[in-house]
């Protein structure tokens, strides 16, 4: 069972946007789909191990700041390259206006 | 961090030698730069991408090729062909760098297949294998002039200021490009093409090399059985005689400039220059501003520069001003490897980042 961590409020993030999320050490991103869904990945690049906060969503794909590498943060999968590997993506619920990821 | 400096002495620019295990060691190789502040909200808006403006640009660039060719052609064997053919390899020798850049980058359109047509057909014209620059161009931003890391150094230490200026017609840069392309397509690839390229592309690089050669061997037989140079004045050629203007600008960018440091402000140069150099470089003269936010399309860098100037060493006025400055400092380096340009900040601006560089720092000049 995942453990339930608030993350941010939901107005934190703009549609079409991420933010950073940093918990314990390790530090994730977490998504305002356009569709209004959030979603929540690892927070680093899996090519350069680059902070995807400061990158660029478009539609349900992020895209890496340094190499322009792109994932769908909605399942992780790796869409362009430089980058190959899939990224880690966490489940996330919202309750109260507020965004939870779920760690284990 | 409090590691020591880089020694002073001998470089090895290799990706695999001494200077690459100690950039690792210290915490310089895949490390976080310098970022001028930018509001999000800005930033979303500079990254923005739209299909416009390179449409715009790529129906107009395929218009001066085909216009050029056809001059070329028509005019083939008389003096009245020389301005097509000047046209015609500026337009193919030069800009097909920028495209190959800004298309590589995936921020020239916002439709992908756009970014990789163009990519495919500006790598054919520069010489470049369009899987492994991928790759090396994808460090170069890693690790901006890291000794031992980036494999996009054009200016190593002591520089060889003939060689590389013989480059403006590059018949050095070309020649290596074309043996390169052809060892690849015999399946052979060096060390250093396997540090940066994951093991994954290595198939890829080989057949795009091996389909480059092929359309080169098909342009000298045309020119064989025409017993005619026009088919290498068209295709192969212009990489030489037309590549002038990309060197001259690729030059500025970070000629006597900083190495091993973790700022784009103290290794990269930002050149005002005039509209059609820009067209021919697709805006990367704002260089220092591209190495920061790689991911602002090139129409949009001269706006960013109107936004993070002030946080930047002031930009030089011409491509002039700019040479002026890299003759002063490449003199300098020929017999001071260590040395390198540190301009002056505005009081606008954060300091440097100077945390790996303080012995260089005070040997630099300003």
Same mark, same amino acid.
Do not use: F, G, L, V
């Given at each position: 069972m995942p453990q339930w961590i608030r993350a941010c409020a939901t107005d934190d993030i703009n549609p079409e946007d991420l933010i950073r999320f940093d918990h314990d050490g390790d530090t994730y991103a977490i998504y305002h789909a356009p569709d209004g869904r959030f979603y929540a990945t690892a927070g680093r690049c899996t090519h350069e191990d680059v902070h995807l906060c400061d990158g660029l969503v478009m539609g349900h794909l992020i895209e890496c700041p340094k190499h322009n590498g792109q994932f769908d943060?909605?399942?992780g999968e790796a869409k362009r390259l430089p980058v190959c590997v899939n990224l880690k993506t966490f489940p996330v619920k919202v309750e109260a206006g507020a965004v939870f990821i779920g760690l284990t | 961090m409090t590691a020591a400096p880089f020694p002073v002495g001998q470089r090895d620019y290799s990706l695999v030698g001494p200077d690459s295990r100690r950039a690792v060691e210290i915490g310089l190789a895949s490390a976080e730069w310098y970022h001028s502040d930018v509001p999000r909200a800005v930033m979303k808006d500079l990254m923005k991408r739209t299909d416009g403006p390179a449409i715009r640009d790529t129906i107009l660039w395929f218009a001066l090729l085909i216009g050029g060719a056809w001059g070329g052609i028509y005019f083939w064997g008389t003096w009245a062909c020389v301005p097509f053919l000047f046209v015609y390899s500026v337009i193919y020798g030069s800009s097909c760098d920028s495209r190959w850049h800004e298309c590589g980058h995936g921020t020239a359109f916002r439709t992908p297949w756009m970014n990789d047509v163009i990519y495919q057909i500006a790598s054919f014209m520069v010489m470049r294998n369009p899987v492994t620059w991928r790759w090396s161009h994808a460090r170069h931003h890693t690790d901006t002039y890291i000794v031992g890391r980036?494999?996009?150094?054009?200016?190593?230490? =002591? =520089?060889?200021t003939l060689t590389n200026f013989l480059a403006l017609f590059d018949v050095i840069g070309a020649t290596r490009s074309l043996l390169i392309l052809a060892r690849n397509a015999t399946g052979r690839l060096t060390p250093d093409e396997k540090d940066f390229v994951p093991e994954s592309e290595w198939g890829k690089m080989i057949l795009a090399a091996r389909i480059h050669m092929a359309i080169y061997a098909a342009t000298i037989a045309v020119a064989l059985a025409t017993w005619s140079w026009l088919p290498l004045m068209l295709i192969g050629l212009p990489r030489i005689y037309g590549s002038w203007h990309m060197v001259m600008c690729g030059h500025l960018q970070h000629a006597g400039l900083a190495e091993n440091v973790l700022d784009h402000r103290l290794n990269t140069r930002t050149v005002y220059m005039n509209p059609i150099s820009r067209y021919i470089y697709w805006n990367m003269n704002y260089h220092i501003e591209h190495h920061m936010f790689p991911m602002v399309p090139y129409h949009a860098l001269p706006r960013l520069h109107e936004v993070i100037k002030a946080d930047l060493p002031p930009p030089n006025l011409s491509i002039l001003d700019g040479y002026r400055e890299v003759f002063a400092s490449l003199r300098r380096q020929k017999t001071d490897p260590e040395y390198y340009l540190r301009k002056t900040l505005p009081p606008s601006a954060k300091p440097y980042r100077e945390e790996f560089h303080t012995l260089n720092i005070a040997r630099s000049g300003t």
């Open positions: 943060y909605r399942t | 980036d494999a996009e150094i054009a200016w190593m230490r =002591p =520089p060889k």
